[in-house]
């Protein structure tokens, strides 16, 4: 049970960069790059809003979420923004491993 319960939420992880990647992708085609990251960067904060903190970390959130978003404009690699994404909760959960 366990298993199936963390195989569905790798496979959410994965969709949830898919939609904001593509969410980049069609507001870049109708109102340009800069204007695709930013709304990428607050949705993906939005998004974390039912995070303990929520309301706390919504503009760092969101300021990570651009550079994911950039990242994969950049290198035009879903991978690059994945493995960003994966390093920052890495980080983050050594950090709070630490500090208890």
Excluded: C
Aim: charged letters at 10%; hydrophobic letters at 60%.
């Amino acid at each position: 049970m366990t298993i199936q319960i963390e195989r569905l939420r790798q496979e959410i992880r994965v969709e949830n960069r898919k939609f904001f990647i593509q969410l980049v992708l069609a507001i870049t085609a109708a109102l340009g790059v800069g204007v695709a990251i930013v709304l990428s960067g607050l949705i993906f904060g939005a998004f974390h809003l039912a995070n303990p903190d929520g309301l706390l970390v919504f503009v760092p959130i969101s300021a990570i979420g651009m550079l994911f978003a950039w990242g994969y404009y950049y290198s035009g690699s879903l991978m690059a923004p994945m493995i960003a994404h994966f390093l920052f909760n890495l980080v983050s959960f050594v950090a709070g491993f630490w500090a208890e």
